[in-house]
């Protein structure tokens, strides 16, 4: 399984971007997928995540501006991000699980990554 994200940049506060990441290798219908982001000198945090079941998680700082999505016709999960601030600045990572772990916001639930997209916005 291979996962491929795309979609960072520089962006005003205020500003919009979507994030993609094209999965090879499985179909994401059955998959818990999410995106994580570390920022410099953090650790890496779950920020959104969508469960095989089709219930979501968001991190409190998210709610509201950042939708996960999966388009199943060409196995791609985005995210959109709106109403960007500063702190959301970090490198984005894309991952799936295969095994339905309970623990969705355990980075080691996860068993397959993207390479990461920077997300700069400035103030």
């Known amino acids: 399984v291979q996962l491929q994200a795309s979609g960072g940049g520089l962006v005003q506060a205020g500003g919009s971007l979507r994030l993609s990441c094209a999965v090879s290798?499985?179909?994401?219908?059955?998959?818990?997928l999410a995106w994580f982001r570390q920022a410099p000198g953090k650790e890496r945090e779950l920020v959104v995540a969508?469960?095989?079941?089709?219930?979501?998680y968001h991190t409190d700082s998210v709610k509201g501006r950042f939708t996960i999505s999966k388009d199943t016709p060409t196995n791609t999960v985005h995210l959109q991000m709106n109403s960007l601030k500063p702190e959301d600045t970090a490198v984005y990572y894309c991952?799936?699980?295969?095994?339905?772990?309970?623990?969705?916001?355990?980075?080691?639930?996860?068993?397959?990554w993207g390479q990461g997209t920077l997300v700069t916005v400035s103030s």
């Open positions: 991952a799936v699980d295969v095994d339905r772990s309970v623990a969705i916001g355990t980075a080691s639930s996860y068993d397959f």
């Open positions: 969508r469960r095989w079941s089709g219930s979501t």
């Open positions: 290798g499985r179909t994401i219908g059955s998959l818990t």
